[in-house]
């Protein structure tokens, strides 16, 4: 049995900004992994914020920055941005999970691959006993004075320490073309509840010449590769041309909602694994990575004073929530809304949306990481938009409103 002092399950993004922190304070840290390499298979479409490089500490994974963005409805009018400074970055996801992989070991972590968490045991002697197999037949046993989860949208380590997880699961489905046509310095995003009922379609330079393209939908019975497909044909008409040639496909959920518990005795949940996902667009680069470091801080903290309870490490729920629990419920209520439209709608808010004005202070003060910011602004001076949402929400998302969950029922 391998006892350490920290066990972190998962070396995406979260589970290596954990893994790092706390090794540099100097604590004894191990990271399973269940595949052979971390980093692989990708499953992102690569497009980040100057945040996540500057969490990295790194932009060794940019491939390109992009000024950019084009919003389609379903239609085909749209409506652009394009702003003088990067918004943007298409990155290599792969090569940012192994820079934090490698900055972690550089810290003094230890990386087990192709080992994978199966379950827990009873506590013996402070330490939580961990059950593992390691090649898919050798068992592995741990024990460790507190478990990190990171490992990502089907968390296992969420189920084995009973942390209730009512999320949707969006299912997504992308593929890669090493060509595309379209311009390299703008992301497309597609609106319509044909294709891409529940999220939104995208096309996503790769900063190589080529695109990610996919889409992220409800679950409702009819398979994300559907979809993807209807998309597909949408898109060879507004290029002109197919595309052709996917070099690789990948088929992966996104969890959007509110996780009530992501600390329990002796575990922490990061990353996808407690749900850390902007509800608007199902990015959690950043925000699982940002708790990441927020959740080593508390962990630090409570293995200093010796108390791993569920007491003390709540903390770890009040702190992250207090840096984004307002943007994602402002978010997750406009979800609600954005769900219900149809794509007249959505033709509708593009078409409101194209005026000049509006689209300057979209320009001015858009943030794919706090978009529910200048969704604010927008409602606060446009009533026209307003008209598009329900009252209540257009009342309570207006600039200087009382922060309060609104009754939409
Ligand atoms: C199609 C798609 C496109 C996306 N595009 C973007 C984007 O452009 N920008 C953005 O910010 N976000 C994007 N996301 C979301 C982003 O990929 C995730 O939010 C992010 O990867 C979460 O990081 P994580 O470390 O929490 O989990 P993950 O990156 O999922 O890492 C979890 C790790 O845990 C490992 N693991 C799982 N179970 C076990 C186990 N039992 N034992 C051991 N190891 C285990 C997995 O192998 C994996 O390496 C996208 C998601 C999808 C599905």
Request: glycine fraction near 10%; charged fraction near 25%.
């Amino acid at each position: 049995m391998d006892s350490v002092d920290v066990l972190v399950v998962g070396a995406g993004p979260a589970g290596s900004t954990a893994a790092y922190h706390l090794a540099r304070a100097g604590y004894d840290v191990r990271v399973l992994e269940e595949h052979p390499q971390v980093g692989r298979p990708v499953q992102c479409a690569g497009l980040v914020s100057q945040r996540v490089l500057d969490l990295a500490g790194s932009r060794g994974s940019v491939r390109r920055p992009v000024h950019g963005a084009a919003v389609f409805g379903p239609s085909g009018g749209s409506i652009e941005f394009r702003a003088p400074e990067a918004r943007a970055y298409a990155i290599d996801r792969a090569a940012l999970d192994l820079e934090l992989a490698d900055r972690a070991v550089r810290a003094g972590a230890r990386f087990d691959a192709q080992v994978r968490f199966d379950r827990r045991q009873d506590e013996r002697d402070g330490r939580v006993l961990i059950e593992a197999t390691q090649d898919g037949s050798t068992r592995r046993e741990y024990a460790a004075r507190l478990v990190i989860g990171a490992d990502g949208v089907a968390s296992a380590v969420a189920r084995a320490f009973r942390l209730r997880r009512p999320v949707e699961i969006l299912p997504a489905f992308e593929a890669e073309f090493g060509r595309s046509p379209g311009d390299p310095d703008r992301v497309e995003v597609y609106l319509s509840r044909t294709f891409a009922p529940g999220l939104f379609g995208w096309w996503i330079p790769d900063g190589a010449g080529g695109a990610r393209v996919g889409v992220a939908v409800n679950a409702d019975g009819t398979s994300a590769r559907r979809y993807y497909e209807r998309m597909l044909e949408f898109l060879s008409r507004r290029f002109g041309a197919p595309l052709l040639n996917p070099t690789s496909y990948l088929a992966s959920g996104i969890p959007i909602g509110n996780v009530p518990r992501t600390s329990g005795d002796r575990v922490l949940l990061v990353g996808d694994a407690a749900a850390q996902v902007k509800p608007l667009s199902g990015g959690g680069i950043f925000t699982g990575m940002r708790c990441a470091e927020i959740a080593a801080g508390v962990g630090i903290d409570a293995l200093r004073a010796g108390d791993l309870s569920a007491l003390r490490l709540a903390e770890y729920d009040r702190a992250w929530r207090s840096e984004f629990g307002e943007e994602f419920g402002r978010a997750l209520a406009l979800r609600r809304i954005f769900t219900r439209m149809s794509d007249a709608d959505f033709d509708r808010l593009v078409e409101t949306l194209r005026s000049s004005e509006l689209l300057g202070t979209i320009v001015a003060f858009g943030d794919i990481d706090f978009p529910t910011h200048v969704v604010r602004r927008l409602l606060g001076s446009s009533p026209s938009l307003v008209r598009l949402v329900p009252k209540a929400l257009g009342a309570w998302l207006r600039p200087r409103s009382e922060y309060q969950v609104p009754d939409l029922a």
